[in-house]
C-alpha cells in the first residue's frame, strides 16, 4: 500500500474550546476492513473499550429476555421522529422506512398502535403550530417584506408587533386594577363633570388639558371611592397595576434580550452559513404560487448578498497592516470626539426649549400651542438630524454594516433617552406643589406621545411619498436626482419605537390610559411603516445580520423601562417629603405610597406582619444573596456543561470530515492501483506476441540470398 502524506485537519476554535475532548462518534459505520484505519475510531477507540463493557451491561439489564420479539426497553426517539426531520439522504429514508416496517411487523398489535398514535399526534400538534402560526397578524405582509427587503426590514415590523402586543396586555393590567374598580365603585369626587363644554375646545385633545384634565385619562381623576378597606381600596390597587405592568414588561424584555443573546452567541459568531446547503437545500418545494417562489428566490438572494458582504469585510480586516490600524484608530478617536460634541450642542438646544417653553398670556392661541409644544418639537428635530449625522460618521469609521448599524443605534438611542431625562428633571422641577403635579407630568407625556405620531405621519405622506412621485413623473429633473432613493433606515424607525415606547412607560403613572393611547398609535404607524416601506423605498444593496440587531432593539428597550422605573421611584420618594405631597388623584388628602401600605400591613395578622417585616429587613438580604448565588452557579454550570457539549459534536464533525477525506483518498489510491494493474496486464500480451512475431524486416533479412543466420554460419 502506498504510503500517504499525514493531513491535519483543523477549525477555527474559540478560546473556550482548547480544553474540549473527543467523544464515541455517533454514526452508523459497516465492519469492514478500513474499518479500524478511520481518524476518528483510532482517537476514540480507547474510550469506547472503556465504556463498551458497561453498556452491554446496561443493555442487558435494560432488555431482559425478548423470546424473538424485539424488547419493550426504552422508546427510542428515531423511530418515532418523522422521516422529514431527520438528516440523511433519500435512500437513507428508505432504509429507515422499511426497518420501520419490519419493526411494527415483528411487535405486538398494541405497541404498534402507540407508536401510530405517537406520530399521528405529533402530526397534528405540528398542523395546528402552523395554523396558529398562520393566524397571526401580519403574517403575509412580513413574508412580503422579509422577500423584498431582506431579514433586517422585517426584523422591524416583527419588533413592532411585539410592542403592540406588549401595550395591549398593559390595557388588560390598566382596566382589571384600575378602570374596572373605580367603575363599579365610583369616586370619592364624583362631582366634577365629565361632559364636554363650557371652555372646552378641540385643542383640549392636543394639549391635555380642559376636558381631557378632568377624564379617566390622568391621574387626577382616580380618588378614593366606597372600595376603602385596609388592604383593598383605590390607592393600593393603583399602585398595583402600576407597578405589575412594570415588573411584567421587566420579566418580558430582560427574557427576549436573553433569548436573543443566547442564539446570537452560539450561532451568530462560532457558526458560518453553509453556502452549499442555502443553495441546494434552501429552497422550500412546497411552494406553487408564482409571486410566494419570486420572494422565496429573494430571499435566498439577500441571504447571499449578506453572507459575501461579511466575508468581504472579514477578508479586507485581515489584511490591514500595523500601519492602517494605528490610522484607523486614531480617525475613529476624533470622530468620536466629534459625536460628543454634537450630543452637547443637542442637550444645550434641548435645555434651551424646555426654559423657554412656558407661554406668557395675551398670545394668540397658535402661539402658545407652539410654545407649548416647543419641547417635543425641539427633541423631535434633534431626534431627527442627528442619528443620520452619527449615520454619515459611523460610514468613515470603516465598520462591517452590520456593525454600523449597531453603532449608529447605540449612539442615536443616547441621544434619545438623554434628551427625554433632561426634560423630565426640567419638569419635575419647574412644577409647582400647588398644582396638581402628577396631572402636569402626564399632560407632558401625552403631548410628547401625541406629537411623535403626528411627526411620523406627516413624515410618511408629507415628505416620503411626495419624494417618491417626483422620482416617478421627473425621474431626469434636478430635484430627483438630488433627493436620491430611498431607503428604509432601520436604526432611526427603531430608535422611534424604543423612543415611544420608553414614553408610555414613564407616563403610565401619571395617565393610566396611555397605553391605551400607545396601541392605537403603534398599529396606525405599522400600516403607515408599511406603506412607506412597500411604495417608497427601495431595497439596500447592502444586507445587515438581524440576529444580533435585534438583541439591541430589546437592550435599548430594556434601558427605556429602567429609566422609567427610575423616573417613577424618583417620585413617589418626593410624595414622601411634607412640602411635595400630591393634592389630587388616589393619593391625596395627605396619603402617600408609604402609609398606605403601612396601614395594610399593620391590619395583617401578626405571623402576616413578622414575615413581611422580615422580608424587608436586612436580615432577608443574606439568605437572597445566597439563593442568588447558588442559581447563577447552577445556571453557569449548565451552560459550561452545554458549551462543552457543543465542542464536542464540534470535534466529532472535525473526525467526520477527517473521516470523508481519508476514505476519498483511499478510494483514489484504488482506483489508481486498479488502472495501473489493467494497463499492466494489457501489456503483457502484446509483449508476447512481439516476441513470438519477429518484424516483418526480420524477416525479409532471412529470405534474401547474401544473408545468412548466425546460426547457421555457427554450425557450419
Not at 111 to 126: D, G, H, L, P, T
Not at 664 to 670: D, L, P, R, W, Y
Not at 686 to 713: M, Y
Request: proline letters at 4%; aromatic letters at 12%; charged letters at 15%.
Amino acid at each position: 500500500m502506498e504510503p500517504h502524506p499525514t493531513v491535519n485537519f483543523m477549525r477555527l476554535r474559540s478560546e473556550d474550546s482548547t480544553h474540549s475532548s473527543l467523544s464515541s462518534d455517533s454514526c452508523e459505520y459497516y465492519q469492514t476492513e478500513i474499518f479500524d484505519q478511520l481518524p476518528s475510531i483510532q482517537a476514540s477507540r480507547s474510550e469506547q473499550n472503556t465504556q463498551g463493557n458497561w453498556e452491554a451491561h446496561q443493555g442487558r439489564l435494560e432488555t431482559g429476555e425478548s423470546h424473538g420479539h424485539l424488547s419493550r426497553g426504552p422508546k427510542d426517539k428515531a423511530s418515532t421522529q418523522p422521516l422529514r426531520n431527520m438528516v440523511m439522504c433519500i435512500q437513507g429514508k428508505r432504509d429507515a422506512r422499511d426497518r420501520r416496517k419490519m419493526q411494527i411487523s415483528n411487535i405486538g398489535f398494541w405497541e404498534s398502535w402507540r407508536r401510530s398514535q405517537s406520530i399521528n399526534r405529533k402530526r397534528v400538534w405540528a398542523q395546528m403550530g402552523g395554523a396558529l402560526l398562520g393566524l397571526l397578524p401580519w403574517q403575509r405582509t412580513l413574508h412580503a417584506i422579509e422577500g423584498r427587503f431582506g431579514v433586517g426590514v422585517k426584523a422591524y415590523f416583527v419588533f413592532l408587533r411585539y410592542l403592540i402586543y406588549l401595550n395591549l396586555l398593559h390595557c388588560a393590567l390598566i382596566g382589571g386594577f384600575i378602570l374596572g374598580p373605580t367603575a363599579f365603585y365610583g369616586r370619592g369626587n364624583s362631582s366634577v363633570s365629565l361632559k364636554f363644554g363650557g371652555n372646552d375646545s378641540v385643542l383640549d385633545f392636543f394639549l391635555g388639558s380642559g376636558y381631557l384634565d378632568r377624564s379617566p385619562a390622568f391621574f387626577g381623576f382616580y380618588t378614593p371611592g366606597s372600595l376603602n378597606l385596609s388592604c383593598l381600596n383605590t390607592p393600593l390597587l393603583y399602585l398595583a397595576g402600576i407597578l405589575t405592568i412594570i415588573f411584567l414588561s421587566l420579566i418580558m424584555v430582560v427574557r427576549r434580550t436573553i433569548v436573543g443573546y443566547k442564539h446570537t452567541w452560539m450561532l451568530g459568531k462560532r457558526y458560518s452559513m453553509n453556502v452549499s446547503y442555502k443553495i441546494f437545500c434552501g429552497w422550500d418545494f412546497t411552494i406553487q404560487n408564482p409571486a410566494s417562489a419570486t420572494l422565496k428566490r429573494s430571499f435566498i438572494r439577500n441571504d447571499l448578498k449578506l453572507f459575501l458582504e461579511e466575508q468581504s469585510f472579514s477578508l479586507r480586516k485581515a489584511q490591514r497592516t500595523l500601519g492602517q490600524k494605528a490610522r484607523l484608530y486614531l480617525l475613529r478617536f476624533v470622530l468620536n470626539l466629534l459625536v460628543l460634541s454634537l450630543l452637547g450642542g443637542a442637550f444645550q438646544l434641548i435645555y434651551f426649549a424646555t426654559t423657554n417653553s412656558q407661554p406668557e398670556s395675551g398670545h394668540h392661541w397658535l402661539v402658545s400651542l407652539v410654545l407649548q409644544y416647543l419641547p417635543p418639537i425641539t427633541i423631535t428635530f434633534v431626534n431627527l438630524v442627528l442619528p443620520h449625522i452619527f449615520r454619515k460618521i459611523s460610514s468613515f469609521e470603516d465598520y462591517s454594516f452590520t456593525m454600523q448599524v449597531n453603532v449608529t443605534l447605540v449612539r442615536s438611542i443616547f441621544l434619545k433617552l438623554a434628551s427625554l431625562g433632561i426634560y423630565l428633571v426640567f419638569v419635575i422641577k419647574t412644577t409647582e406643589p400647588q398644582q396638581c403635579r402628577e396631572n402636569k407630568f402626564g399632560r407632558e407625556m401625552y403631548k410628547l406621545c401625541i406629537f411623535n405620531f403626528l411627526a411620523t405621519f406627516c413624515n410618511a405622506f408629507f415628505l416620503s411619498y411626495p419624494r417618491k412621485l417626483v422620482q416617478e413623473k421627473y425621474p431626469s429633473s434636478l430635484l430627483a436626482r438630488l433627493s436620491g432613493k430611498q431607503h428604509f433606515l432601520i436604526p432611526f424607525h427603531v430608535l422611534d419605537l424604543v423612543y415611544s415606547q420608553t414614553v408610555s412607560w414613564v407616563g403610565v403613572f401619571y395617565c393610566p390610559l396611555l397605553p391605551l393611547i400607545g396601541t392605537v398609535t403603534l398599529m396606525a404607524m405599522f400600516y403607515i411603516k408599511k406603506f412607506t416601506v412597500l411604495r417608497c423605498c427601495v431595497a439596500e444593496q447592502r444586507m445587515f445580520r438581524a440576529s444580533s440587531s435585534s438583541v439591541l432593539f430589546h437592550f435599548m428597550l430594556l434601558l427605556g423601562l429602567l429609566m422609567a422605573a427610575v423616573t417613577m421611584g424618583i417620585n413617589l420618594y418626593q410624595q414622601d417629603v411634607p412640602n411635595n405631597m400630591s393634592s389630587c388623584g388616589p393619593f391625596g388628602n395627605g396619603k402617600t405610597v408609604f402609609n398606605v401600605t403601612g396601614l395594610c400591613v399593620d391590619s395583617l395578622p401578626s405571623s402576616a406582619q413578622t414575615t413581611l417585616r422580615y422580608l424587608a429587613s436586612e436580615a432577608f438580604a443574606l439568605p437572597l444573596i445566597l439563593a442568588e448565588v447558588i442559581i447563577l452557579t447552577s445556571y453557569v454550570s449548565r451552560g459550561r456543561a452545554n458549551h462543552k457539549a457543543i465542542e464536542r459534536l464540534k470535534d466529532m464533525l472535525v473526525m467526520s470530515s477527517s473521516d470523508k477525506r481519508f476514505l476519498v483518498k483511499q478510494h483514489a489510491t484504488m482506483l489508481r492501483r486498479k488502472k495501473t494493474l489493467t494497463d499492466r496486464v494489457r501489456s503483457a500480451p502484446s509483449e508476447t506476441t512481439q516476441t513470438s512475431n519477429p518484424p516483418p524486416h526480420i524477416q525479409s533479412d532471412e529470405s534474401h540470398p547474401s544473408v545468412r543466420p548466425v546460426h547457421s554460419q555457427t554450425s557450419t
